[in-house]
């Protein structure tokens, strides 16, 4: 993430180690995951919002300071090729190894010096879901669906060091699952999801089947819940455990800044698309562009950002105003009349300027300029509970939302040929290609492959990693309109929408 | 609006007086306004947010519980008709006296017994705005361009009372002119409007037009600000205004309950579609829908309201909490898991149930059921100051918003025909009618009127309510289908989209 933090906060970042690869850890699976055995399911409570459950409360090791997705099986001097800002090679998974679910593409490439290492950390895996309720045999029907499988797919982007981003790749999809424990059964019955379940699992009365409350026999009128709204509630409060695990865990382990988090979950026929950050997915399904996302910035949150502003005015210090000017006040300007708006606002009027105007706007700047407090990009994402505005002890983080928006594409509804695709990129990407040229991208790289060849949307990664980096020419990556290509850490997916096992 | 506020508060209304027609007050303009002499603008302090400027700070006059539009030019007999629960006659403008500015068509009906008036209202007015500045002779040219107009039209649903909307249908656009009268100049001069100006009109410097600092001028990066955006700004500010002015006159002026605004302002050229409540518009252009409003109802706008009370519990006293179960929580759930959501999630969790979960739930109902603290059933608006929940003191105002969403339509982007119009409809109009069944009656009443007609649009309007109502069989109100008819107050415009004197 190029100049996301500015680099007011860079003494917050601890300085880097020296490049090494991470070492595999005991609770890193491999890139596909086969059912654990019952003894390394947690014996924990139940989920519940404010509480990390299931999950180890510490990590156990000290992470090093670079690492890159061990899908790349990168050996130490392919990681050294990949931490070269000067040959900025773009990395994929070998040609000869495992390859990623579906046929998945990826490439990415490291940053053109604005940060050490590459803060982008990738995660594709598959994952399996053991009921909580397995063990105690209490399912509502106790002979058969004992599990579930998602696939997953994610991308982050860190910023201000790479600690939050290589925390999340490596643990986010363990929350998800935990939460999807205890609606493993829920999500396999045909039934509506019971409105409540009697007790907590393990405690006495749990074991008794005859207790699950379903909705026909509450008396007041109800609102109906999908098994889908169940899902999309599953990994909101999965991205906000994450969070909180990375509040708890930011000393002792290095979890340095904060990533954006793109991820994608496939889990009975849907595919649900939570994005917290400035990263994008779109969907090309026959030349049509279909978005799957949208960024979370000072200016698309704009409104939110000051309202918060506005109801705790204590977070703002006597710093900040929550009002909005088109540029910052100038002493000389007191008493005059200037453009402003303020939360409720989307239009512009003018008011009279008073002392308190002169303070700095909590949000300023426009585009990939646009700021929070001065500081940060980005509105949404996990981490960044150290992050202080400059000079300052005003933290940020009560502005920033760990929150995604989840967005569910149905992969039933329609017939997918091999070329539809679910393109995710980080922002290096989405900087310098439009929607539109990833389509023309995807066309052009699609057809000129065999549609069973499973390597052509590693191809299609690489030629949209390419397009975006440029080559370097007159002092810069520039593109082939002569454009700068994008100097920052750059990611990209290509997930065929055929469906698990169609092209792999 | 039907039942939008529960019996529970009925205790908030005063009883209606005898149905008497509105007195003629002298602030209540013709339907179409010449320019005011000077001697009518106000000499006021310009406009800044939190005070009302311009207006009277009080009406003068003690407002009767009766009205219906000026427009519609109703005799005695015929106010009592239209005030008849039982007939339930349609009302429209008169064929045979002025027409309403582009031929606009208008229809309405008082509801089915719900309320013992109809407490819809409805303007339509051309408004002239005269230059703050042009008494000084400081405008940037000075010679010409003093004036605009606007054409306006207004709906108002009025709940819990009369007196909201009746007030909002004689005032809101005055507050927009207030609200206008600074931007005379910058609106007609084809610069981006200047960043500031250089102090108050009426006081000293003001006269120089050498202090308007233009963006050129500005040193510093800032953003750009439209014409348009102005134009938004003002109406923004001029609800919040009019709700301020409808706080403060609360007690001496009978300004019961709160009402839903709906606001069209033509101006340069485009269309401003402002919208605070549940009524709708939606324009049919060669047989297209598209939508120009949407609703704010608990149901829509439920994130908003929880995360106002969650940052600010003490909104909610001791009876009411932020999150949203599928129903109420009982007692003897106490310990069970029962779905929910909170106000960052869309999705649905299982969360064990507290004592604190035992509140009624901020949120609670679906569809027209819905309820903001088991009140009120629309969550924007104008008025409601005195709302308070059923047997208690907590106010309910803080969680309406009385700040619309404004969309834009450039009329000067299509060439329009004369079967093109913008419908506006309050609720009663929307519970039975669907956006397509609306574009359906629009093709089939005006192709059976000659295009240069202009009391086509009228017949629009009259088939639509009518629509809406149904008939008399089978004790109620019948559509053709069977079903229930609207029983609430129904109210339409029909603006034809040609514009100004096109097709008057």
Same mark, same amino acid.
């Given at each position: 993430m190029l100049n996301r933090v500015r680099s007011a906060v860079a003494h917050l970042v601890s300085s880097g180690g020296t490049p090494s690869q991470r070492p595999k850890s005991p609770d890193l699976p491999n890139a596909t995951s086969t059912p654990p055995a019952a003894s390394e399911t947690p014996k924990s409570p139940p989920a519940r919002p404010g509480s990390v459950v299931g999950l180890p409360q510490k990590t156990t090791e000290t992470r090093a300071s670079f690492s890159r997705p061990t899908f790349l099986q990168l050996s130490p001097g392919g990681l050294r090729r990949a931490d070269d800002h000067a040959g900025r090679a773009v990395q994929s998974p070998p040609d000869t190894g495992r390859r990623l679910p579906w046929?998945?593409?990826?490439?990415?490439?490291?940053?053109?010096?604005?940060?050490?290492?590459?803060?982008?950390?990738?995660?594709? =895996?598959?994952?399996?879901? =053991?009921?909580? /309720?397995?063990?105690t045999?209490?399912?509502?029907?106790?002979? *058969?669906?004992?599990?579930?499988? &998602?696939?997953?797919?994610?991308?982050?982007?860190?910023?201000?060091?790479?600690?939050?981003a290589e925390m999340a790749s490596r643990l986010l999809h363990r929350h998800i699952r935990e939460q999807l424990k205890d609606l493993v059964e829920i999500l396999?019955?045909?039934?509506?999801?019971?409105?409540?379940?009697?007790?907590?699992?393990?405690?006495?009365?749990?074991?008794?089947?005859?207790?699950?409350?379903?909705?026909?026999?509450?008396?007041?009128?109800?609102?109906?819940?999908?098994?889908?709204s169940l899902v999309v509630g599953a990994i909101e409060n999965a991205f906000q455990l994450m969070d909180e695990q990375m509040a708890r865990e930011r000393r002792g382990h290095q979890v340095e800044g904060g990533c954006c988090a793109l991820v994608v979950v496939y889990l009975l026929g849907k595919m649900y698309v939570a994005?917290?950050?400035?990263?994008? +997915?779109?969907?090309?399904?026959?030349?049509? #562009? $279909?978005?799957?996302? /949208?960024?979370?910035?000072?200016?698309?949150?704009?409104?939110?950002? *000051?309202?918060?502003?506005?109801?705790?005015?204590?977070?703002?210090?006597?710093? &900040?105003?929550?009002?909005?000017?088109?540029?910052?006040?100038?002493p000389k300007e007191l008493g005059q009349r200037m453009l402003y708006r303020d939360q409720n606002m989307t239009g512009w009027a003018y008011k009279k300027i008073e002392l308190e105007d002169l303070r700095f706007p909590l949000v300023c700047g426009e585009g990939k300029k646009a700021r929070v407090m001065a500081t940060i990009g980005v509105t949404r994402g996990l981490g960044d509970h150290n992050l202080k505005v400059c000079s300052s002890t005003l933290p940020i983080k009560p502005f920033l939302s760990c929150f995604p928006e989840v967005r569910v594409y149905d992969l039933t509804q329609y017939e997918h040929c091999p070329d539809d695709?679910?393109?995710?990129?980080?922002?290096?990407?989405?900087?310098?290609?439009?929607?539109?040229?990833?389509?023309?991208?995807?066309?052009?790289?699609?057809?000129?492959h065999e549609p069973n060849d499973p390597s052509r949307y590693t191809a299609l990664a690489q030629a949209?990693?390419?397009? +975006?980096?440029? #080559?370097?020419?007159? /002092?810069g990556w520039r593109l082939p309109n002569?454009?700068?290509?994008?100097?920052?850490?750059?990611?990209?997916?290509? $997930?065929?929408?055929?469906?698990?096992?169609?092209?792999?």
């Open positions: 046929s998945t593409g990826y490439a990415e490439v490291i940053n053109a010096g604005k940060s050490r290492h590459n803060e982008d950390q990738a995660c594709c =895996e598959v994952v399996y879901v =053991e009921s909580r /309720r397995s063990g045999g209490t399912s509502r029907e106790p002979t *058969q669906k004992q599990g579930l499988c &998602f696939y997953y797919w994610g991308l982050f982007d860190g910023h201000a060091g790479g600690g939050a396999q019955d045909p039934l509506p999801p019971p409105l409540c379940l009697p007790s907590t699992p393990g405690t006495p009365g749990f074991s008794d089947p005859s207790h699950l409350v379903s909705p026909q026999s509450c008396w007041s009128p109800q609102k109906e819940v999908t098994h889908e994005n917290a950050g400035d990263s994008r +997915a779109i969907i090309i399904r026959n030349g049509e #562009i $279909i978005p799957m996302s /949208r960024e979370f910035t000072p200016e698309t949150e704009r409104q939110r950002l *000051q309202l918060l502003g506005f109801l705790k005015p204590e977070l703002l210090g006597s710093e &900040f105003t929550h009002l909005e000017f088109p540029r910052r006040v100038q695709v679910l393109v995710l990129g980080t922002d290096g990407l989405w900087d310098v290609t439009s929607d539109c040229e990833v389509a023309a991208t995807v066309d052009k790289v699609l057809s000129a949209l990693v390419l397009g +975006a980096r440029g #080559i370097p020419r007159d /002092r002569n454009k700068l290509g994008s100097g920052d850490d750059i990611s990209v997916f290509v $997930i065929p929408l055929g469906g698990p096992g169609s092209y792999s």
